[in-house]
């Protein structure tokens, strides 16, 4: 009989960080698609100078006050003039989390939101910018955290970019945003509740053990009787989950789990590029078609423990990313991006277990034009893709570094 | 000092289904927007009848066989074409879950695809269909979910609607699927594992609590010395969450909370519309701008649960809110709507646990053609949503329940 086949069988796989499972349909891509599809923004070539742009220098915004923006040369930042979380509110009378109905929590949230601009040329993406013109952008990222880490009432600062009118953003100019809250968000607080869970078990950090188990060469032995237990890569403790799982999902493999004694792990690299600080992999657990993760190889807390070289590392991977992103279709690649880091509310058990990564998550599936829907059975059921994360890793490695447009003479 | 006013201040909010928190930032809604606008699908008239539609009676399908569509006069149930998950594929050696790396866990997932027309008419949709119309489309969803519970390796079954191209919907007529597994999806057991820590600590079901908090008159004593504990709809205990919150929660409430003792609900109703058998509201916690919840009052473990009575109310309540989502922006409003129900393997406490409900997840936020984007912050962070759920249900529940498009003599 046939045996299992990760690039034609269904399975799903496990996120760890967030605790929940992925549906995997690799046979999904030979369907025909006759649905919707989406402009091509890269086809419409843009001036790098737009006198309509509110975020060009010298232009005016559509505030109230009508600011001026100065004439900055490499980054700006400055308040959202929309901002979704304000410092000043006034107080909620109680929180009313621990008290009265248990299904009508609420809580008040207070916080800043910044803009930063990437580059002054309206016509750049961080596709396109060199790494020296890269690295003011990782500094302004650093900067406002840090200033941001001084006020009193922040606990958490977010950091993120939307690409793409695709993906929400309203405004070509190349530019990201910091959302600041005395919340510590969902995503960041399940992270941290997982890699808590984690390091209770295994003793190591989540993310650490991560780098090792993509990079070790050759794979990591897996053997469910292996003896190296609790030290190095490779130790992974055997017989249950690390997290406690519901019975829901017990329930569910016990129809599953067979006697066989032989763990059947996908073959292939799911390595995109990396350096001598970051690694670029499509997780093994990725949601989105082209989703990657990029993961600092030392266990650094936040952006601003990084050592000047690394610094540059990190300008040098988003670099060469976003570079491999926009060749992969030959458009200027749509995404959703951010960082993950420690919390700005000074716990130290949080900043001892943060481990400075960033995710991607793009959504285009099969052109510039053909995006992957989460819809129905994503939000009801279970996310789901179509291709493999080691197919989805394949075809980004196998993408130039020189971007499509760079005339080569 | 001002005092805080849900309509204008940040606040979030906790979905006690899937143990996750929602930004909600009303007076985001005063921001131009000038991103990307979608097509409005209802601008396209469409026939009654598509000659190239593999959807329409007589019709030949895209697959392999030429299969031909039989002349059907109410609804029509297949497979899949191109299915997500399948019947036939070989065993995975072991399931990886328990055993080796517990960062690459990976399970094989055996199932099956349906597809079901809900009606002959290609240009139809359950917001223009009459309840006669809409009662074969529960009683196919009943059949396929029944049938399915006797086939031995499935063992939970999500019946679920894309409506509109921007729902990754690829065909206009009407039609619903089914997806069937052997594991429990990661959003039934998300709910499962919270309704059994609720019913745990209040032994009460949480969703027939919910029904009686939003139907309250009036609204429940919420006071945080009430003695009226544990028993009967109000009777909600103080103190502790029902759920254990992780550290980085408690660290975030710890700097909002206050010494007041008063608890502040937002005002106003969240019910869009009811009947005997059933509520639509927008929960308290909606992600969504315009997103609902389709309750049954009575305790019902699954659709096949239903009398006859309760059938007739369901199909009521679906043309009412579906006719309502198209009044709203007078187009032909795009959904993810789903049905969550008892799983189908057999386990008794599952079972017991469950209670049916409905889910519709629509894009829309300001008109036909200006959608919420869920992206950089909500994905890296947190859901956020800008108008409250208050002022949403009011909109929905202000609108007719005569569809736009009839022409009124
Ligand atoms: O099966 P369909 O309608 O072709 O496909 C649609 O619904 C599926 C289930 O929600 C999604 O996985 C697809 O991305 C979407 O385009
Ligand atoms: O703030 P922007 O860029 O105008 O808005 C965009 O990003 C926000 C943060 O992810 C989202 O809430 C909006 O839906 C999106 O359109």
């Given at each position: 009989t046939a045996s299992f086949d990760f690039n034609h069988h269904s399975h799903r796989r496990f996120n760890p960080l967030?605790?929940?499972?992925?549906?995997?349909?690799?046979?999904?891509?030979?369907?025909?698609?006759q649905g919707k599809e989406e402009d091509d923004d890269a086809a419409n070539a843009r001036p790098s100078y737009d006198p309509s742009c509110y975020l060009c220098p010298n232009n005016t915004r559509a505030t109230e006050g009508a600011i001026q923006n100065p004439d900055y040369k490499d980054t700006f930042v400055f308040e959202n003039d929309f901002?979704?979380?304000?410092?000043?509110?006034?107080?909620?009378?109680?929180?009313?989390k621990e008290a009265g109905n248990p299904l009508l929590q609420v809580e008040?949230?207070?916080?800043?939101?910044?803009?930063i601009c990437f580059s002054p040329l309206h016509d750049k993406t961080l596709a396109d910018?060199?790494?020296?013109?890269?690295?003011?952008?990782?500094?302004?990222?650093?900067?406002?955290?840090?200033?941001?880490?001084?006020?009193?009432?922040?606990?958490?600062?977010?950091?993120?970019?939307?690409?793409?009118?695709?993906?929400?953003?309203?405004?070509p100019h190349p530019h990201g945003q910091v959302w600041s809250t005395e919340?510590?968000?969902?995503?960041?607080?399940?992270?941290?509740?997982?890699?808590?869970?984690?390091?209770?078990?295994?003793?190591?950090?989540?993310?650490?053990?991560?780098?090792?188990?993509?990079?070790?060469?050759?794979?990591?032995?897996?053997?469910?009787?292996?003896?190296?237990?609790?030290?190095?890569?490779?130790?992974?403790?055997?017989?249950?989950?690390?997290?406690?799982e519901s019975s829901t999902h017990t329930a569910s493999a016990a129809t599953t789990a067979s006697a066989a004694t032989t763990t059947t792990i996908p073959d292939g690299s799911r390595i995109v590029c990396e350096n001598e600080s970051f690694l670029c992999v499509v997780p093994f657990w990725a949601t989105w078609p082209f989703e990657t993760l990029v993961l600092s190889k030392a266990h650094l807390a936040r952006l601003s423990d990084m050592t000047p070289e690394q610094t540059k590392d990190l300008a040098n991977i988003l670099r060469r990313i976003t570079c491999r992103y926009d060749n992969l279709f030959?458009?200027?690649?749509?995404?959703?991006?951010?960082?993950?880091q420690a919390p700005t509310n000074g716990n130290k058990e949080q900043e001892a277990l943060s481990h400075l990564h960033l995710h991607f998550y793009p959504p285009l599936l099969r052109s510039a034009t053909?995006?992957?829907?989460?819809?129905?059975?994503?939000?009801?059921?279970?996310?789901?893709?179509?291709?493999?994360?080691?197919?989805?890793?394949?075809?980004?490695?196998?993408?130039?570094?020189?971007?499509?447009?760079?005339?080569?003479?």
């Open positions: 967030t605790n929940s499972w992925v549906l995997c349909s690799p046979h999904r891509t030979q369907r025909p698609w901002p979704a979380v304000r410092q000043d509110q006034p107080q909620l009378d109680a929180s009313t008040s949230v207070r916080g800043k939101c910044h803009v910018m060199t790494e020296l013109e890269i690295l003011p952008v990782i500094q302004a990222w650093i900067s406002t955290y840090e200033s941001l880490r001084k006020t009193d009432f922040i606990n958490h600062v977010q950091i993120f970019e939307n690409k793409g009118a695709i993906m929400g953003c309203s405004n919340d510590i968000p969902q995503e960041t607080a399940q992270e941290l509740t997982n890699m808590g869970a984690y390091k209770e078990k295994y003793h190591r950090c989540m993310l650490c053990d991560y780098v090792k188990t993509e990079t070790a060469t050759p794979a990591p032995s897996l053997s469910p009787n292996g003896t190296d237990h609790g030290h190095g890569a490779n130790g992974f403790s055997n017989g249950s989950s690390y997290m406690n030959k458009c200027s690649f749509p995404y959703s991006m951010g960082v993950h053909v995006k992957k829907f989460l819809v129905g059975f994503e939000l009801l059921g279970q996310a789901q893709r179509d291709l493999t994360p080691e197919q989805a890793a394949k075809r980004l490695a196998d993408c130039s570094e020189v971007h499509y447009k760079v005339k080569r003479t």
